[in-house]
């Protein structure tokens, strides 16, 4: 199993640019596909991004490609997730996902483990 805790959210400006953090316990961080989503008040939740548990594949929600860029660091159980030219629309609270498997999926159900989630803001 692993815990995961997300970390970065805050208040940011419309264009300003955020990172967030997902840290992973275990010692098994490395054979995970990690992902993240999104859930805005009165909304589905989102896909937004996932790696591969070797970082070689990514994949990408439509509308935030070319703004959004997920990474990890195995060494620090830790995937990133790099936001810039944020919008009003950004505004959700990020949370990270998790599964023991080597593919990437952009479905929530295909994920097992979550965090808490970190408020994401953007003020326009």
């Known amino acids: 199993q692993v815990q995961l805790e997300e970390s970065g959210g805050g208040l940011v400006q419309a264009g300003g640019s955020l990172r967030l953090s997902c840290t992973a316990s275990?010692?098994?961080?490395?054979?995970?596909?990690m992902a993240w989503f999104r859930q805005a008040p009165e909304k589905e939740r989102e896909f937004l991004a996932a790696?591969?548990?070797?970082?070689?594949?990514?994949i990408y929600g439509d509308f935030v490609k070319g703004r959004f860029t997920i990474s990890r660091d195995n060494a620090k159980n830790t995937v990133y997730l790099q936001m810039n030219s944020l919008k009003p629309e950004d505004t959700a609270i990020y949370y990270c996902?998790?599964?023991?498997?080597?593919?990437?999926?952009?479905?929530?159900?295909?994920?097992?483990?979550w965090g808490r989630g970190t408020r994401v803001t953007v003020s326009s």
């Open positions: 996902a998790a599964d023991r498997t080597v593919l990437v999926f952009s479905t929530s159900a295909q994920y097992g483990y």
């Open positions: 275990g010692r098994t961080f490395g054979t995970y596909a």
């Open positions: 790696v591969s548990w070797n970082g070689d594949t990514k």
